[in-house]
């Protein structure tokens, strides 16, 4: 857990030692292995152009490529299927008919090496900034609200769960409380978005909820001012407080919700199928699932809850974050899918579990 100052430390300490250069097709020459010369361009302090030899990341080596038009990576990127000195003789010939038609990239660096190859018309909108953003649109909840940065992964890609934990929507399940899921990415894979978190933290499950209903909000950074911006990022974190309020509904409806033992792989089946799961990730999540209905107490009585606690679990075991966080979405389309009634959330005397509008969100 950090605190947004943490965060924002954190952001600025990896900003620190990333640069971008605009280079024209004509001024770039591809050596081998994935390495890249070009020539610096004078500047006021230093009139000399000097010749740079940087690697190029794998992201990078695969958007060049398919920058400039290079064949199936799969490919060119394999020595096995490519030889190594035919390589470079057909990717600097790209680069000649690039050159030919005055195109120019934007190549953003941390240190030696680079980690994009983007279009020049490329809208930069960085994570410093980002974060920045964020701390302001937290401010206009109110001088009381105290965000908390759970999992933040910080690098070329930002993602991150965003707590409010003075707000508790249910003291069962560990602690329900509104969050927000926010991720930017610098090396052009994906704009910044803001959407709709649930976060238990007795146990760090995250559940993103509203992506794939459209809920959630891309921020457009184009030829948009500082102050516009701004009241976008904070509309949009005030808008993912207020989907993580229906997702707490919908999460403690999803434990009223019976599933047969026999229907739990068709139904884990069906969602491994459209979110490309392997059969061992599958089984996992089917294993999480039995092994949570049995912490729960209902270990022959399997409900929904089971299902999506399952999911985040499986999430978290995945090194590959991007992967993660899909399956963290899916559990959230899988929420979203629950239905409640108005009267299955009033106050009871029965000691049944319940969620109250915690807070109005600006």
């Given at each position: 857990m950090q605190t947004l100052a943490e965060l924002k430390q954190s952001v600025d300490e990896y900003a620190a030692g990333c640069w971008d250069e605009r280079v024209a097709a004509g001024d770039l020459h591809y050596i081998a292995n994935k390495i890249v010369r070009y020539p610096t361009k004078p500047t006021l302090f230093n009139q000399q152009s000097v010749l740079m030899e940087l690697a190029l990341s794998d992201h990078a080596y695969a958007q060049f490529n398919e920058r400039?038009?290079?064949?199936?990576?799969?490919?060119?990127?394999?020595?096995?299927?490519?030889?190594?000195?035919?390589?470079?003789?057909?990717?600097?010939?790209?680069?000649?008919?690039?050159?030919?038609?005055?195109r120019e990239y934007l190549m953003r660096a941390r240190g030696d090496v680079f980690r994009a190859v983007l279009s020049n018309q490329y809208s930069v909108f960085d994570n410093v900034k980002f974060v920045e953003l964020v701390e302001r649109g937290i401010d206009t909840l109110g001088a009381d609200v105290v965000a908390?940065?759970?999992?933040?992964?910080?690098?070329?890609?930002?993602?991150?769960?965003?707590?409010?934990?003075?707000?508790?929507?249910?003291?069962?399940?560990?602690?329900?409380?509104?969050?927000?899921?926010?991720?930017?990415?610098?090396?052009?894979?994906?704009?910044?978005?803001?959407?709709?978190?649930?976060?238990?933290?007795?146990?760090?499950?995250?559940?993103?909820?509203?992506?794939?209903?459209?809920?959630?909000?891309?921020?457009?950074?184009?030829?948009?001012?500082?102050?516009?911006?701004a009241a976008m990022v904070a509309g949009a974190l005030s808008e993912g407080f207020k989907l993580s309020e229906e997702a707490a509904i919908k999460f403690v409806a999803s434990e009223s919700i019976h599933i047969?033992?026999?229907?739990?792989?068709?139904?884990?089946?069906?969602?491994a199928k459209k979110y490309k799961l392997s059969q061992k990730v599958s089984d996992e999540w089917q294993g999480a699932s039995v092994g949570n209905a049995g912490e729960s107490g209902h270990a022959k009585d399997l409900r929904m809850m089971d299902v999506i606690n399952g999911a985040t679990y499986v999430a978290q075991r995945q090194e590959d974050e991007t992967f993660a966080e899909a399956i963290?979405?899916?559990?959230?389309?899988?929420?979203?899918?629950?239905?409640?009634?108005?009267?299955?959330?009033?106050s009871q005397s029965d000691g049944q579990a319940h969620v109250q509008p915690a807070f109005q969100w600006a």
């Amino acid at each position: 857990m950090q605190t947004l100052a943490e965060l924002k430390q954190s952001v600025d300490e990896y900003a620190a030692g990333c640069w971008d250069e605009r280079v024209a097709a004509g001024d770039l020459h591809y050596i081998a292995n994935k390495i890249v010369r070009y020539p610096t361009k004078p500047t006021l302090f230093n009139q000399q152009s000097v010749l740079m030899e940087l690697a190029l990341s794998d992201h990078a080596y695969a958007q060049f490529n398919e920058r400039v038009g290079g064949p199936d990576l799969r490919w060119i990127g394999n020595s096995e299927n490519c030889p190594p000195d035919l390589e470079p003789i057909i990717l600097n010939r790209l680069l000649q008919k690039e050159a030919a038609e005055g195109r120019e990239y934007l190549m953003r660096a941390r240190g030696d090496v680079f980690r994009a190859v983007l279009s020049n018309q490329y809208s930069v909108f960085d994570n410093v900034k980002f974060v920045e953003l964020v701390e302001r649109g937290i401010d206009t909840l109110g001088a009381d609200v105290v965000a908390q940065i759970h999992r933040p992964s910080i690098g070329d890609r930002l993602r991150a769960y965003i707590l409010l934990p003075q707000i508790t929507f249910s003291e069962r399940y560990g602690g329900l409380h509104p969050g927000a899921y926010i991720r930017n990415s610098e090396i052009g894979d994906g704009s910044a978005r803001v959407t709709g978190g649930l976060y238990r933290s007795v146990c760090t499950n995250g559940i993103i909820y509203g992506w794939e209903s459209g809920s959630d909000i891309a921020i457009k950074h184009k030829w948009v001012d500082g102050n516009m911006l701004a009241a976008m990022v904070a509309g949009a974190l005030s808008e993912g407080f207020k989907l993580s309020e229906e997702a707490a509904i919908k999460f403690v409806a999803s434990e009223s919700i019976h599933i047969e033992q026999q229907s739990l792989r068709p139904l884990i089946e069906e969602w491994a199928k459209k979110y490309k799961l392997s059969q061992k990730v599958s089984d996992e999540w089917q294993g999480a699932s039995v092994g949570n209905a049995g912490e729960s107490g209902h270990a022959k009585d399997l409900r929904m809850m089971d299902v999506i606690n399952g999911a985040t679990y499986v999430a978290q075991r995945q090194e590959d974050e991007t992967f993660a966080e899909a399956i963290e979405r899916m559990a959230g389309e899988i929420l979203r899918g629950v239905s409640v009634s108005d009267q299955d959330f009033v106050s009871q005397s029965d000691g049944q579990a319940h969620v109250q509008p915690a807070f109005q969100w600006a």
